[in-house]
């Protein structure tokens, strides 16, 4: 089943994906982030920070392999 992460101020909400639903909660304040796939609204949010966390740890891990390159080509330029 699908939903939409909907968020308020600091509150995340996952209602079902229905757009009628969807578009009452966005005209009362809610901005969309997200759709996600889940079984229930409380995987639906702890798949949404699966998402964010590995969007995160993608880029950290590229720098840290590109590190030894940058050090090893100041040192051999120098």
């Not at 994906?17 to 609204?41: M, P, R, T, W």
């Amino acid at each position: 089943m699908d939903f939409y992460i909907l968020k308020k101020q600091q509150e995340l909400i996952a209602i079902p994906a229905d757009e009628q639903s969807c578009k009452q909660y966005l005209d009362s304040g809610y901005f969309y982030i997200d759709k996600v796939a889940a079984c229930n609204e409380t995987n639906a949010l702890k798949v949404l920070q699966a998402k964010q966390t590995k969007a995160l740890k993608v880029p950290l891990f590229m720098a840290l392999l590109a590190l030894p390159m940058v050090l090893f080509a100041w040192y051999s330029l120098s």
